[in-house]
């Protein structure tokens, strides 16, 4: 399978704690994303990456998240302290930067990793 | 800043019915792109189509057709002769021209296909 892919797919865990998860983009595509989703909402851009440069961050990612991707491949994203309200999926993306006439290069989601604070 | 609508939050029809999923927009870029993606129950989101804002022309793919009308900011989606297949969350989005720009989800409408 060459989709993105991420790990854990489910996640839960008590207040409090530290979680981390793991996205693997599609191979050839140098941009990596994350999205958190809540219930009945869409979803909300946090973070991107240029090969392991992290190029842009939302508002929504607190100083208890922080993103890598060290080698410009596998990216991780983890939440310290974790709060009920960071209960959510957390969606990964990736894309190419391959600029063809201003051909835009779509972002391929992954199935998403969801997480339950108790 | 850019901001997507999807005023439908749930429709159901029996299947074989023709259904239209309304998105409105909001952004001061005059270039942009317009999306639409489609969310089933398993979680994964996939995509649909892309539109960039000077191509106005509408499109079909099989049952699925978008209509584009940059005057009054909206970006359709007909599925014509649903299946209960298509019963999923089906997902709006804008972007900003630059590639790699973020996207700007709408809420998403829960249709429901029924038999």
């Known amino acids: 399978d060459t989709g993105v892919s991420q790990d854990p797919r489910h996640k839960i865990t008590k207040r409090g704690q530290n979680v981390t998860f793991r996205c693997d983009p599609i191979?050839?595509?140098?941009?990596l994303y994350w999205y958190r989703q809540t219930l009945g909402q869409g979803p909300e851009f946090l973070t991107y990456?240029?090969?392991?440069?992290?190029?842009?961050k939302s508002r929504l990612l607190s100083d208890r998240f922080s993103a890598e991707r060290p080698k410009g491949s596998f990216s991780t994203l983890e939440i310290q302290r974790t709060e009920q309200g960071d209960s959510a999926m957390y969606l990964c993306?990736?894309?190419?930067?391959?600029?063809?006439?201003?051909?835009?290069?779509?972002?391929?989601f992954g199935p998403g990793t969801r997480l339950t604070v108790l | 800043a850019q901001k997507v609508t999807q005023a439908q939050t749930e429709i159901s029809v029996v299947e074989k019915e023709d259904v239209t999923l309304d998105c409105v927009y909001e952004?001061?870029?005059?270039?942009?792109?317009l999306f639409w993606y489609k969310q089933p129950p398993s979680g994964e989101l996939v995509f649909l189509i892309r539109?960039?804002?000077?191509?106005?022309q509408n499109e079909i793919s099989g049952r699925y057709s978008w209509n584009f009308q940059k005057s009054t900011s909206s970006f359709n989606f007909t599925i014509t002769a649903s299946q209960v297949v298509d019963s999923a969350v089906y997902f709006c989005?804008?972007?900003?021209?630059?590639?790699?720009?973020?996207?700007?989800f709408g809420e998403g409408t829960q249709l429901t296909v029924n038999p």
């Open positions: 989005a804008l972007s900003r021209w630059t590639s790699g720009s973020r996207l700007t």
């Open positions: 191979s050839e595509h140098n941009r």
């Open positions: 990456f240029q090969n392991e440069a992290q190029l842009e």
């Open positions: 993306a990736s894309s190419q930067n391959v600029l063809r006439g201003g051909v835009y290069n779509e972002q391929f």
């Open positions: 539109r960039n804002s000077f191509d106005e």
């Open positions: 952004t001061r870029d005059t270039t942009y792109y």
